[in-house]
């Protein structure tokens, strides 16, 4: 990654982009050396404005991108080929633009949490307190650990680079692993965590966007951070040499740090969490998730229903299939992008509002319903195990999202029997959400139990490095067994 400073008005309009669906004045419309030389209380809120709304960027396709590695569903418009073929046929090309993407738009906002954090060191008391300059830098922190997630969670074993301060002429920036890039990101959430709790009871000086309600000051926003820590320790568990080859060290702290989030045991606040917002406004992002019945862009995999259990009725399917997929509203069955195997049948519903297309309707970042998934991932896997503990959180979530049975697994029962009842549950509650099929089997070295569905490719097990990182550094570009396109730093 070969970045530096650029002091444009160009740079500085993207962290003061009004969107996020909330309203913001910018009337100064500074350039990047006027936001670091003299940083003011509203220019400062602009800055933090904009980088919850560059936070979104990615999102949509890392959504729809994994979850066509996963087999969750499909992008057949046919008009953005080979986007919706790569990973159904392969290779996944590291400089295409299905294989390409899924990282500037992730580099982007961390760069930009990075500004923003310098020109917090240069702001003077008479216009934040030292307060609000801690509660700044915590928001700052955790937003950019976010996106570094996404960066881990798109590359997985292939690793990362984490500094991005860096100027041209230092070269590339160091390339570290897949655990050295979990590390550093909890690191920067203990920093954001440590942070706002330096706010004390301060509110924050800018605006938090509506999907943030339930975090709108410091006292809270910590809450939020500490989600994103225990899933932050819960997937380094999990990486190649996770925890430096201690993963039930990750565990335990998961736990720990769940103890300090907002989950709750209420079936009533399982949907409850963080949202990514989006809206109609001008200047705002419309969420092109929000996909109609009768659109040929967007379906649902006939996999998804047939991989669902049977509720405790006896009858249908795992309520959380009935609440996400419908039939599509196309008439006869249509073969859309050419790829006659993979119809175009089913809709997701989760974007929708009464099954009408609604192109501001939120996306959910964490929610309640996986703190408690990840509970049990941590309770079973912890260093002083607590399985009971964990089957009653599986079991929380089946009977109540699924409308399940309580599971059949016992305290005695292999750690593969609890990592299938754990997927499983995963998969449907986060089902075209963020990837999460995909991710969790690679995680467990299980991506050869996803469906390949197409008549001929496999299952790719990273997004690859871009080309363009590749060509910074004199790697050479190979072709994995699992047909994905990359160098390997």
């Given at each position: 990654?070969?970045?530096?400073?650029?002091?444009?008005?160009g740079?500085?309009?993207?962290l003061?982009?009004?969107?996020?669906?909330f309203?913001?004045?910018?009337?100064?419309?500074?350039?990047?050396?006027?936001?670091?030389s003299?940083?003011?209380?509203?220019?400062?809120?602009?800055a933090?404005?904009?980088?919850f709304?560059?936070?979104?960027?990615?999102?949509?396709?890392?959504?729809?991108?994994?979850?066509?590695?996963?087999?969750?569903?499909?992008?057949?418009?046919?008009?953005?080929?080979?986007d919706?073929q790569?990973?159904?046929?392969?290779?996944i090309?590291?400089?295409?633009?299905?294989?390409?993407?899924?990282?500037?738009?992730?580099?982007?906002?961390?760069?930009?949490?990075?500004?923003?954090?310098?020109?917090?060191?240069?702001?003077?008391?008479?216009?934040?307190?030292?307060?609000?300059?801690?509660?700044?830098r915590g928001?700052?922190r955790?937003?950019?650990?976010?996106?570094?997630?996404?960066?881990?969670e798109?590359?997985?074993?292939?690793?990362?680079?984490?500094?991005v301060?860096?100027?041209?002429?230092?070269?590339?920036?160091?390339?570290?692993t897949?655990?050295?890039?979990?590390?550093?990101i909890?690191?920067?959430?203990?920093?954001?965590?440590?942070?706002?709790?330096?706010?004390?009871?301060?509110?924050?000086?800018?605006?938090?966007?509506p999907?943030?309600?339930l975090?709108?000051?410091?006292?809270?926003?910590?809450?939020?951070?500490?989600?994103?820590?225990?899933?932050?320790?819960?997937?380094?568990?999990?990486a190649?040499?996770g925890?430096?080859?201690?993963?039930?060290?990750?565990?335990?702290?998961?736990?720990?740090?769940?103890?300090?989030?907002?989950?709750s045991?209420s079936?009533?606040a399982?949907?409850?969490g963080?949202?990514?917002?989006?809206?109609?406004?001008?200047?705002?992002?419309t969420n092109?998730?929000?996909?109609?019945l009768d659109?040929?862009?967007?379906?649902?995999?006939?996999?998804?229903?047939?991989?669902?259990?049977i509720q405790?009725?006896?009858?249908?399917?795992?309520q959380?299939?009935l609440?996400?997929?419908?039939?599509?509203?196309?008439?006869?069955?249509?073969?859309?992008?050419?790829?006659?195997?993979i119809?175009?049948?089913l809709?997701f519903?989760?974007?929708?509002?009464?099954?009408?297309?609604?192109?501001?309707?939120?996306?959910?970042?964490?929610?309640?319903?996986?703190?408690?998934?990840?509970?049990?991932?941590a309770?079973w896997?912890?260093?002083?195990?607590?399985?009971?503990?964990a089957?009653a959180?599986?079991?929380?979530?089946?009977?109540?999202?699924?409308?399940?049975?309580?599971?059949?697994?016992?305290?005695?029962?292999?750690d593969?029997?609890?990592v299938a009842?754990?997927?499983?549950?995963?998969?449907?509650?986060?089902?075209?959400?963020?990837?999460?099929?995909?991710?969790?089997?690679?995680?467990?070295?299980?991506?050869?139990?996803?469906?390949?569905?197409?008549?001929?490719?496999?299952?790719?097990?990273?997004?690859?490095?871009?080309?363009?990182e590749?060509?910074?550094?004199?790697?050479?570009?190979?072709?994995?067994?699992?047909?994905?396109?990359?160098?390997?730093?």
């Open positions: 990654m070969r970045t530096h400073i650029i002091r444009s008005v740079t500085i309009a993207l003061l982009l009004g969107a996020c669906s309203d913001i004045t910018n009337t100064n419309n500074p350039t990047l050396d006027d936001l670091l003299n940083p003011t209380r509203t220019k400062l809120s602009a933090a404005t904009g980088l709304a560059t936070s979104r960027s990615g999102i949509e396709g890392l959504i729809w991108r994994l979850g066509s590695m996963g087999r969750e569903g499909i992008n057949l418009s046919g008009n953005n080929q080979p919706f790569e990973p159904y046929y392969g290779p090309q590291s400089g295409g633009s299905f294989g390409g993407t899924q990282w500037l738009e992730f580099y982007g906002p961390i760069r930009s949490a990075n500004i923003y954090l310098d020109a917090l060191k240069n702001t003077p008391s008479t216009e934040l307190s030292a307060a609000e300059i801690a509660a700044s928001m700052a955790t937003i950019k650990a976010l996106q570094f997630m996404y960066v881990a798109t590359r997985g074993f292939l690793g990362a680079a984490v500094e301060d860096r100027d041209l002429a230092a070269g590339p920036a160091p390339w570290v897949e655990d050295e890039v979990w590390a550093y909890v690191a920067q959430l203990d920093s954001g965590a440590a942070d706002l709790t330096a706010a004390g009871g301060v509110n924050f000086p800018f605006p938090t966007p999907g943030y309600a975090f709108a000051s410091p006292a809270t926003f910590i809450q939020y951070n500490r989600a994103l820590a225990a899933k932050a320790n819960v997937f380094r568990a999990t190649k040499n925890c430096g080859g201690t993963p039930g060290a990750c565990y335990t702290t998961a736990l720990t740090d769940l103890g300090l989030s907002f989950l045991a079936p009533a399982f949907q409850l963080a949202y990514y917002d989006y809206g109609t406004a001008s200047g705002d992002n092109s998730l929000s996909d109609g659109s040929p862009v967007f379906f649902a995999l006939q996999g998804n229903l047939d991989s669902a259990q405790s009725n006896g009858v249908d399917l795992d959380r299939v609440d996400k997929i419908v039939p599509a509203d196309s008439g006869d069955t249509v073969v859309y992008g050419g790829i006659p195997e119809p175009g049948e809709k519903t989760m974007y929708l509002t009464n099954l009408q297309p609604d192109a501001g309707h939120s996306i959910p970042i964490i929610k309640d319903e996986e703190l408690i998934l990840l509970r049990a991932e309770e896997f912890a260093t002083a195990p607590n399985k009971a503990a089957l959180d599986i079991d929380l979530i089946r009977t109540n999202s699924g409308k399940l049975s309580a599971t059949t697994l016992t305290t005695g029962s292999t593969a029997a609890f009842e754990l997927l499983y549950n995963r998969r449907y509650s986060l089902m075209w959400e963020q990837g999460a099929r995909w991710i969790d089997a690679r995680r467990f070295n299980l991506l050869g139990n996803i469906e390949i569905v197409s008549n001929s490719g496999n299952i790719p097990n990273a997004m690859p490095v871009p080309l363009t590749c060509q910074a550094r004199n790697l050479t570009v190979t072709v994995l067994p699992t047909q994905v396109q990359t160098c390997q730093p």
